[in-house]
């Protein structure tokens, strides 16, 4: 099976800029969450995507959003870009059907932000 | 909010030593407890997991235990070898949704392991 892909790899946007980034999971996997990955603060849980409803979401602001096609591939996209989004954006995404209890998030190989 | 508490942030050991990283997580109902590593460049990748119905959990070098009275749960490397070296994450299933059971993996912070050769 292919693992997770997201496009693109790498970014260079100004501030005030929007930006979209693409995730395609596994085949069978429909759930797909997104993390926010910095050198200070880990990874941070963005939000979670299931069957083209975000199911759950993290404690970030309106300019980041997201949604999920019927083949499962989702796009997350971020508006009025600050220099604080510079970070390594990672989808993941796993089979959990029922959001109550979790298996094994495979991670893709994140798409790195940088805002000049 | 509910969180996952990770410590320490590095820690270097000799080749062969053992190394021990704790996390302590504050949502009594979180059922799920997994630890990914993740080398330089790369993306993470689960090495060892665990629920909450057991108390611990091996896999060769590596081990998992749980305490959920404490709220915490811990990951064990034995004979650690230079290529260990990587940032360790745990993470927990956290509730998001309120009455709706809904659970988010939540992560703590990393532990950058360093093993001496």
Redesign the interface.
């Known amino acids: 099976k292919a693992g997770v892909t997201q496009t693109p790899r790498y970014l260079i946007k100004t501030r005030g800029q929007q930006v979209t980034l693409s995730c395609s999971p596994i085949s069978g996997h429909r759930s797909v ?1 997104w ?1 926010q990955q910095t050198p200070g ?5 963005l939000f ?1 995507y299931f069957s083209e409803t975000q ?5 970030f602001p309106g300019r980041f959003s997201g949604r999920q096609f019927s083949n499962s591939r989702s796009e997350m996209n971020v508006s009025t870009l600050e220099l604080g989004d510079s970070a390594l954006y ?1 989808c993941a995404s796993n089979m959990s059907p029922s ?4 298996n ?7 798409t790195r932000l940088t805002v000049l | 909010g509910e969180n996952v508490e990770q410590h320490p942030s590095t820690l270097s050991v000799q080749e062969g030593d053992s190394a021990v990283i704790k996390c302590t997580y504050s949502d009594s109902a979180s059922n799920y407890f997994p630890w990914y590593k993740q080398e330089l460049g790369k993306r993470p990748q689960l090495i060892i997991d665990i629920r909450s119905n057991v108390g611990e959990k091996k896999d060769q070098r590596i081990a998992v235990t749980l305490n959920k009275t404490a709220k915490h749960f811990s990951l064990h490397i034995t004979e650690t070898q230079p290529e260990d070296s990587a940032v360790y994450f745990c993470a927990a299933s956290i509730g998001v949704g309120g009455l709706t059971g809904r659970r988010a993996l939540t992560f703590g912070s990393g532990t950058r392991l360093q093993v001496q050769p």
């Open positions: 969450s993390y603060q880990g990874l941070q849980f979670e199911r759950n979401k993290g404690n990672l959001g109550t209890s979790y094994e998030q495979f991670f893709g190989p994140g």
